[in-house]
């Protein structure tokens, strides 16, 4: 893809966070909150210290950009 470290999104729960925003198997989170993710466990760190929501940025395989999204943690909790 071009690109070093990020997460793929596998697959998506019906009630998972993920599920509450417009994103699709496939998606490569390459930062959250500004920070950069290369793992999952730097994922789940971010989603820790944040408050409210995350903003996520990354790519799909094949299409052209960068896209962003924000997570709401507070209806997750």
Same mark, same amino acid.
């Given at each position: ?13 019906? &009630? ?10 496939? /998606?490569?989170? $390459?930062? +959250?909150?500004? @920070?950069?993710?290369?793992?999952? @466990?730097? $994922? &789940?760190?971010? $989603? @820790?210290? +944040? ?17 962003? /999204? ?5 209806? +997750? &909790?």
């Amino acid at each position: 893809l071009g690109v070093s470290g990020g997460v793929e999104i596998k697959s998506i729960g019906t &009630r998972g966070l993920l599920s509450k925003v417009k994103v699709n198997e496939g /998606f490569v989170i $390459l930062k +959250a909150n500004n @920070e950069k993710v290369n793992s999952v @466990e730097d $994922l &789940r760190k971010v $989603l @820790e210290r +944040a408050d409210g929501s995350v903003k996520v940025e990354g790519i799909y395989p094949g299409y052209e950009g960068v896209y962003n /999204f924000i997570l709401n943690l507070d209806s +997750a &909790r």
